[in-house]
């Protein structure tokens, strides 16, 4: 269990849809205002190009899965700033596409990866992407134990269970619409009261073709379910996440040690 405060930030930005090179390089700007304690930024789904399912936008927009220009550009940035950085980006492996979550970690340099498991088939992500056939990971960084899943993800509990604790910080970026605010939030409010652990969801600004959106949609949730996060001038959302209250809040409430087992088949 972590002992130690955790400084996170949100950076929900209006992606231009297609447009890699021009979305980086908005990241690595807004990057140079972040707060000099923050130790984990998380971007939203699709970070790099924007959220798409037109299959011929896809095949320019997304970058091969062993040679990114974007993640190589991003991985650059979180070391020069000693800063993790996760987010999502559409990848190619062959005739396969990805909706690929990634998380930098700088202090040693290693990207973890997650490939988005539930495909939003009402928007046909389901026709053009590739389910991921993993299980959230689990990344050890500064202490804390953290897992990222990708927005439609959290609709489904099972998935995003924290059995035994082995997670307590869960990661979402999403490009999840205004028209569906109030489940969004409940969603994550309900993730981190039942799994004893904070939860930070990171969405888009601006609109697409899917709706609008706007900055007070992302939000960092304690395992209480209170909102932590506060926005700043600069466009970042920062929040503190306590390691001794978490603990001692598991240790006084040991709910995780009356929840019952199961397996998931993918």
């Known amino acids: 269990m972590p002992h130690d405060n955790l400084h996170i930030a949100l950076l929900p930005i209006d992606m231009q849809l297609g447009k890699n090179d021009l979305n980086i390089s908005v990241i690595s ?10 130790e984990l930024v998380l971007l939203p789904e699709m970070c790099v190009s924007g959220y798409s399912t037109d299959g011929e936008l896809l095949a320019q927009m997304a970058e091969d899965e062993n040679d990114s220009p974007s993640l190589k550009a991003l991985h650059a940035l979180g070391m020069e700033k000693k800063t993790a950085i996760c987010g999502s980006l559409a990848v190619r492996n062959q005739d396969k596409y990805f909706n690929r979550g990634f998380f930098i970690n700088p202090d040693n340099g290693k990207v973890t ?3 988005k498991h539930h495909l939003f088939t009402m928007g046909h992500e389901n026709l053009y992407y590739t389910p991921g056939a993993a299980l959230p990971p689990i990344i050890e960084f500064r202490g804390w134990k953290i897992s990222m899943v990708i927005c439609y993800d959290l609709r489904f509990p099972v998935w995003t269970r924290n059995v035994a604790c082995a997670y307590d910080l869960l990661l979402i970026p ?4 205004m028209s569906r605010d109030y489940a969004w939030r409940q969603l994550i409010i309900a993730r981190a009261i039942e799994n004893q652990a904070y939860v930070a969801g990171c969405n888009r600004l601006g609109t697409d073709e899917y709706g609008s959106y706007n900055q007070m949609q992302s939000l960092v949730v304690s395992p209480r379910g209170e909102e932590l996060s506060t926005p700043d001038q600069s466009g970042f959302i920062y929040a503190v996440l306590n390691g001794q ?10 709910v995780w040690e009356d929840a019952d087992s199961f397996d998931i088949s993918i």
């Open 29 to 38: 700007n807004l990057m140079g205002d972040i707060a000099p304690e923050t």
């Open 113 to 115: 990866y997650y490939d």
């Open 174 to 177: 999403a490009n999840w619409p």
């Open 245 to 254: 209250k978490l603990d001692r809040d598991r240790e006084k409430f040991p």
